[in-house]
């Protein structure tokens, strides 16, 4: 017996394999024998350690806009060994780095990526100066998420509007430098050109941008009032594709901005509690776009500024449903796309709600001569009356009238029949707002 167990302990040495020596002394159990796991990288150990599609390790996409925030773990099979992670061939994509983190098994490719494309790189692992050597080919797309690339065209990108296709630019005034922006939506570079049209004389176009400051640029050389230049500009984007967009700039003279007074003055209006209001604001000189602002004072509550007709003349109009009577001071100030500023004082005055008063007449008698004049509040005196409906209604024998023609604010005449009599009554004020309410008299018999 020893001499068997000893002969089975010289077969383990000479194999250099690990066998289950007390299964097989308990009866004869199968021996089970254990080999080292080789050294290698893995893909796809977690979802996100990306798919093996021949023999390519496809790591998880990544984007060039916010959020783009990106990390991929790179591991080995062997996990604590000892390891160090280098880039073999290719290039990892622009913004993405893989840090070197020796002796900890695996290694993380991240960073914030910048650029769009498809990138095929090969990592090599190795266990030490003198140990095993593994390389694996990884590939990583990044994208472009949000709106395609574009030339931009806004007032908050390069104070431009968009009409019809073409891109109305702030104007040109003569002798004055230009600062019209022309954008790409990811702040691509590239080549820039004029490929119709042409630009103002004094202005240029650089052949290359950047992304961002004033792609054109000069002062305008040539004063025409009011002559508008279109031309259409090719530039490229952040993946190469062409971009195009039609652009059109108008010469203004050097005049001062100034703001120009409506017919009724510096005093608005005036406007009415409840009743709808707008007054535009105007001005001359200077270059579009422009914006008002209010500076001092108060505008009158429920009114604010609006934008009406150009979009280049933004905040022009004061509009509203005023919601409080009383007189209203306040400064406005407008600004060009230059920055010259010009500003005013007005006053409006905000009269109380149009009404009739709902106090019965006086009452009249059958047979005897009557007459009494109908009374509004509020609004714009004077006041135009009429019966809503017919005259039919009006107690029998009497009629509207007026001693000024047109206004029917006296109910007079003979009454011929007794009652109560309740009938309903528009006002009108000068501003033409109009209020409605019911009128009572009584007819004695």
């Known amino acids: 017996m020893r001499r068997t167990i000893s002969a089975a302990l010289s077969l383990v040495a000479i194999t250099g394999t690990v066998t289950a020596l007390a299964a097989a002394a308990a009866g004869g159990a199968s021996a089970k024998t254990y080999k080292p796991v080789p050294f290698?990288?893995?893909?796809?150990?977690?979802?996100?350690?990306?798919?093996?599609e021949n023999g390519v390790?496809?790591?998880?996409?990544?984007?060039?806009?916010?959020?783009?925030?990106?990390?991929?773990?790179?591991?080995?099979?062997?996990?604590?060994?000892?390891?160090?992670?280098?880039?073999?061939?290719?290039?990892?994509?622009?913004?993405?780095?893989?840090?070197?983190?020796?002796?900890?098994?695996?290694?993380?490719?991240?960073?914030?990526?910048?650029?769009?494309?498809?990138?095929?790189?090969?990592?090599?692992a190795a266990t030490g100066p003198s140990g095993l050597a593994v390389t694996l080919t990884y590939e990583i797309t990044i994208t472009v998420q949000g709106p395609p690339d574009q030339l931009l065209c806004?007032?908050?990108?390069?104070?431009?509007?968009?009409?019809?296709?073409?891109?109305?630019?702030?104007?040109?005034?003569?002798?004055?430098?230009?600062?019209?922006?022309?954008?790409?939506?990811h702040q691509a570079g590239g080549t820039l050109s004029v490929i119709t049209g042409s630009l103002p004389p004094g202005l240029t176009l650089p052949a290359t941008f950047t992304g961002s400051g004033d792609a054109i640029s000069g002062t305008v050389t040539q004063q025409n009032e009011g002559n508008s230049y279109d031309f259409t500009v090719q530039g490229t984007g952040d993946q190469g594709q062409p971009l195009f967009?039609?652009?059109?700039?108008?010469?203004?003279?050097?005049?001062?901005?100034?703001?120009v007074l409506p017919s009724e003055g510096s005093a608005l209006g005036p406007g009415m509690v409840g009743g709808a209001f707008a007054q535009n604001f105007f001005l001359s000189g200077g270059g579009n776009p422009y914006t008002w602002s209010v500076v001092a004072g108060q505008l009158p509550p429920g009114l604010t500024l609006q934008t009406q007709g150009d979009p280049q003349d933004v905040g022009n109009q004061l509009a509203g449903t005023p919601t409080t009577a009383g007189t209203y001071t306040f400064t406005m100030e407008v600004t060009d796309y230059d920055g010259q500023q010009a500003t005013q004082q007005f006053s409006l005055t905000i009269d109380p709600a149009l009404q009739?008063?709902?106090?019965?007449?006086?009452?009249?008698?059958?047979?005897?001569?009557?007459?009494?004049?109908?009374?509004?509040?509020?609004g714009d005196p004077p006041y135009t009356w009429s019966v809503v409906n017919n005259i039919n209604e009006l107690p029998p024998g009497l009629?509207?009238?007026?001693?000024?023609?047109?206004?029917?604010?006296?109910l007079a005449g003979t009454p011929t029949q007794a009652g109560t009599f309740s009938f309903p009554m528009q006002v009108q004020d000068s501003n033409d707002d109009t209020a409605t309410g019911t009128v009572t008299v009584t007819i004695n018999p």
């Open 40 to 52: 290698r990288l893995v893909c796809g150990t977690t979802a996100s350690d990306g798919t093996l």
């Open 57 to 124: 390790c496809v790591l998880p996409a990544g984007q060039t806009t916010p959020p783009n925030s990106y990390s991929a773990t790179i591991p080995t099979s062997t996990g604590g060994a000892t390891s160090t992670f280098s880039v073999a061939s290719g290039s990892l994509p622009p913004g993405l780095n893989l840090p070197a983190q020796p002796g900890s098994g695996t290694d993380t490719v991240a960073g914030n990526p910048s650029k769009a494309g498809v990138y095929d790189f090969t990592i090599k």
């Open 154 to 185: 806004s007032l908050a990108d390069n104070g431009g509007v968009l009409e019809s296709g073409t891109c109305v630019l702030p104007d040109a005034i003569a002798g004055v430098p230009y600062a019209g922006h022309l954008l790409t939506s």
């Open 245 to 259: 967009q039609a652009y059109s700039i108008t010469v203004d003279p050097n005049e001062p901005l100034t703001v």
């Open 356 to 378: 009739i008063s709902s106090t019965p007449l006086p009452a009249g008698t059958v047979g005897v001569a009557y007459s009494h004049d109908l009374t509004a509040q509020g």
């Open 399 to 410: 009629t509207l009238g007026t001693a000024a023609p047109g206004f029917n604010n006296v």
